[in-house]
């Protein structure tokens, strides 16, 4: 497999104008993103920018009550108000109301999600009511008005103590917490692995709740015209046609009457992908009042709804050799599902967790058993990484463990157990088949970059000082591009993993394409342009891009997994080819040739052999839509529509290096470096991708540092606003150095492999094993993300990090 | 959460401050926010009919109340006892409509359990209270255990808390500032008219 590097200078990668790129460079060249001067300028139109006449405004009751029954809701005070249009709660809707999963396992419990809760409550943001007003404001004013007769009940919050027996039930007729049981690899095997091993190492770690943040809470408008019975949901959605899909069922409307629309979407981290009640709510409140209805969550609102992120209580054993040979790994995990089992929660920590637990690591016998608990917070489904930050947190951390437990070093541990790159497809015990990889590559140039054999030096040095630096290592791996459909199926999917893309010529030779995914952030507009103009050969500005609607759109699965590159840009691949092989044979009748004489290069039809007998491919356009002079058995137009569906994952792959100063009497982390060598394939353009890594390591740096849901023993999130949950801040990110190496994937046209979660994957890990790393002297093995400056004082003073 | 604390005032015997805490009409002054603060039946409490009955202008509380009235309107064990208390919690007031139910009422030790509840928020609490005779007047020991709810639970400690120690801190300032007017009264003979009621 060729791989080469790219290095970035120390100020990162320089952006160029598209202006100054020549057609031929525009694919892998770092462009400035054309959505920019939208997004900075504020042009862009967010959901909650949209103004429809005669709109109306919804506002929604919460629970106060994290697990209560519901003696009773009194809503006529509400009613009574000026200006106050609707008022329904359960008992007043007729439709399903009932939020489905999306994906299946053998022993899932499923339970009922109701869109309005009935007659209890399971987690403080459950939806109690919907108050429609003339004014947003007069319909928070009149949720405030509502009174409801609640008999609390014990609240469960962590999925250990929910499997207790004397735990509260969340969904009562269950009887149990317990929402399934899944296991991968072999049991026996594994045993066997680690009765002949030298060396056994556990690990009881924790990978805590995280909140997603996306920059725009989410937010809602309905339209409903009543003559035709057209419903318009314009909304925050990583994935309007699966939105379409899921909410005709909840709310029993045709789905060929049903557009859902994203406007500009700022953000989403996975926590818009899922199918919520509040969309439902809003789309019902439209057709009650047969008048357009607008919902904005406030921030308060997404910190008690948003499906939250993570949430696993580990352990986990390595069992590894003398020369550090790794023999097996056993894995149990309790992962916290929430009050419902929300729409893909649970692959989550299953099928994208377990199948990861390999890590970069040929390791011969894997186990890993889940048990997916109820309790009573919010659901916790995808947030960026998606179980795969879980599996490398694991994997990499009991690495790390093995290291000093056999007084090896953990770069050569990790070293010793890399497939080698001729290994490849690689297939691990745990159902993987990695694609392609050359893990020593990226290890070697993060150890250069960080002069690791120096800072070993320099380290013992430093504590005779009384300083105490730690380096730390994350050789991750994921699997993204989300695909492919057969095997998600066999998995438990409710859905194809396809991706469709659309090319189409105008007359005038200018080219539309429109492919299903749904970015909200990651800069499509420019990277399809990018891939669209490269294959047929049209200059970059003669390209537009839609996403995000599903009338404009043929089909789509949207935008999580870090798919869009690889399966929605492989889709306008084949679609932009189909166009140039239809191209290319009326080019051939006007040209009189044979189209097997007729070759095309930088977006030019020509007869081999006789250069001067040419047409550019937007001239055919024209020709194809005059069709005045086309051949017999070819039909008007150029356009055409590809569903790619590629036959594997892609695997990026890469190490992150952190080196930070712990100062044990304050429990400050101070950031020395930090350096990501990741590899992503082929790379569209480095700039985005860059920036892919930058934002991603900075939610890593705040999960292993800062962030956390915190619920009291009632269930009440204690970390309700931003003043309590910490989202790093510029302050709080280390300066980086990114760099990257190039082993593209063999199992898409583009040779691309998925950046959007890399840095989040790769960064908590990182971080942890730097801290632990620099406070060993103290004898510290281990402290509980996020590592607060009480928790490393508190360690670093032998008390575990317990706070 | 949990609060406790001690409040030290000098000068004062145990049944003076005894009977100025068990004074309704005193609590209710002290307590910032407090509109009404009345005994009630078993059952659902009507705040808005409270509301609308409660007195214009509170009864007088020592020293210059006779002991004997106070005595006679004082909290009793089992006795249930509503309250409206609006208190300014970050950005929002809300108005607790309060239900206070005297579990232990055995001097010098009172031990009181209640709950609160307004839109979108509510709590629950039991506190106690014990008075300690010191050498140059009484320890008032106290201390409460509150669950938060809703909205106000979601604006965070960092909010909650200064609140709490607030209403707390106004509390105890205002008892103490009473209870030492009962005390520099000495020459109506009140300290033996209290004496003389236990």
Redesign the interface.
Known sequence: MATEERRSGPDGVETVDADDVDAADILGSAIERREDPSLLTGDAEYTDDIQLPDSAHAAILRSQYAHARIEGIDTSEAEAMDDVVDVFTAEDIDVPGNLPTAWDLDTLRTVDHPVLAEDRIRYQGDALAVVVAEERYQAHDAVDRIDVDYDRLEAVTDPETALDDDAPVVHEEEGTNTAFDWEIGDADETDAAFAEADHAVGIDVTNQLLIPNAMEPRAAIADYDDSDDELTLHMTTQNPHVHRLLLSGVIDHPEHKLRVRAPDVGGGFGSKIHHYADEALVALAAKRAERPVKWQATRTETYLTDAQGRGHETHAELAVDDDGTIRGLRVDTAANMGAYLSTFAPAVPTYLYGTLLSGQYDIPAIHCEVSGVFTNVPPVDAYRGAGRPEASFVVERIVKEAADAIGMDPTELRRHNFPDPDEFPHATPVAMEYDSGDYDKTLDRALDLVDYDEFRERQERAREEGRYIGVGLSCYIEACGLAPSELVGELGAGAGLWESGLVRFTPSGTVKAAVGTSGHGQGHDTTYAQVVANELGVDYDDVDVDEGDTDALPQGMGTYGSRSAAVGGSALVQSARKVVDKARKIAAHQLEADPIDVEFEDGEFYVAGAPDRSMGVQDVALEAYLAHDIPDDIEPGLEATTFFDPDNFVFPFGTHVAVVEVDPDTGEIEFEDYVAVDDVGNQINPKIVEGQIHGGVAQGVGQALYEGAEYDENGQLVTGSMQDYTVPKAEHIPDMETDSTTTPSPVNPLGVKGVGEAGTIAAPQAVVNAVVDALEPFGVEDIDMPLTNERVWRAAHGNGGDS | MEFDGTVSIEGVTMDEVWLALSDPVMIKQALPGCQFLVEVEEGDVDFDALAASAPDEDPPTLPEASPEDIAERAFVEGGRYAALMEISVGSVSPSFETVVTIEEREFPHMYAGGEGSA????FEMSSWMDLVETEDGVDVEWGAEA?????V???????INPVANRVVGRFFDSVESQISDVSTDDSSGLRDRVSGLF
């Open positions: 839109s979108n928020s509510s669950d938060v709810f809703g909205r639970a979601q604006m965070g400690q960092r909010v």
